[in-house]
């Protein structure tokens, strides 16, 4: 392929500007905001879960505490009867040790359904006091989140209007070189790691790094100054 060789110069500026292109695209895909996001979405999950976690405690003991005190009721109530027969004097021996039995009974069994709901009572200020808790980190991690996502796309539109504004100059180089030539740098770039065109240094192509035979470096200082050369290590174009 034949080529002016003030085109094979403009093609290097096309190749700064895509790895420029290329550098900004990967510089918004790396922001360390999105790792900030992640890590608070990762944390927000977490604390949400432990929510979840606080607020089944709080109305498991919730109904342990309120079906306690509903069990108690009748128990005391049970009780006083049977101590105001008891101090009333009027029930036979028998009966009367059959009632103290129970009265002893039921005072064990009021007993332990009062630190039944004692401990459910103390568990349910716990929970309280954890769901409070949690819900205001839940509240804190959404606004950092919606802060850092706001951040992010600042960032992000600012690098997407950077890399629109390299292309628009892309593109008014790439119209001033011709288009067989603009087609061959595109392909060879595209298998190439993004770059297609480099500079000979010395005898070291500046795409693969790799030093010329004597023999490839005699071809390529002796073709035309319009010839096409390309890199016999990687392929690219070379512009002496």
Request: with cysteine; net charge negative; proline share 2%.
């Amino acid at each position: 392929m034949k080529a002016d060789p003030i085109e094979l110069t403009k093609l290097l500026d096309l190749q700064g500007l895509d790895t420029a292109i290329e550098q900004v695209k990967h510089k918004a895909s790396v922001l360390p905001v999105h790792q900030a996001i992640a890590d608070l979405m990762k944390r927000r999950t977490q604390v949400a879960e432990d929510l979840i976690g606080a607020k089944t405690v709080l109305s498991d003991s919730t109904v342990i505490a309120e079906r306690a005190e509903a069990d108690v009721v009748p128990v005391r109530e049970r009780l006083a009867r049977n101590q105001a027969r008891v101090d009333a004097g009027e029930m036979e021996a028998k009966a009367l040790s059959i009632a103290l039995a129970e009265i002893v009974h039921l005072k064990q069994r009021v007993s332990d359904l009062e630190d039944a709901e004692l401990e459910a009572m103390e568990a349910m200020d716990r929970a309280t006091a954890l769901v409070g808790q949690l819900t205001e980190s839940v509240g804190a991690i959404e606004q950092e989140l919606r802060e850092q996502v706001d951040a992010r796309d600042a960032q992000v539109a600012e690098l997407a209007a950077e890399a629109k504004a390299l292309g628009q100059t892309r593109a008014e180089t790439a119209g001033q070189i011709n288009a067989a030539l603009v087609t061959l740098y595109d392909k060879i770039r595209s298998r190439s790691s993004g770059v297609g065109v480099t500079k000979l240094q010395g005898r070291r192509c500046g795409g693969c790094g790799l030093e010329a035979t004597v023999t490839d470096y005699n071809t390529y200082m002796n073709a035309a100054p319009d010839d096409v050369i390309r890199c016999a290590e990687c392929d690219r174009i070379l512009v002496r």
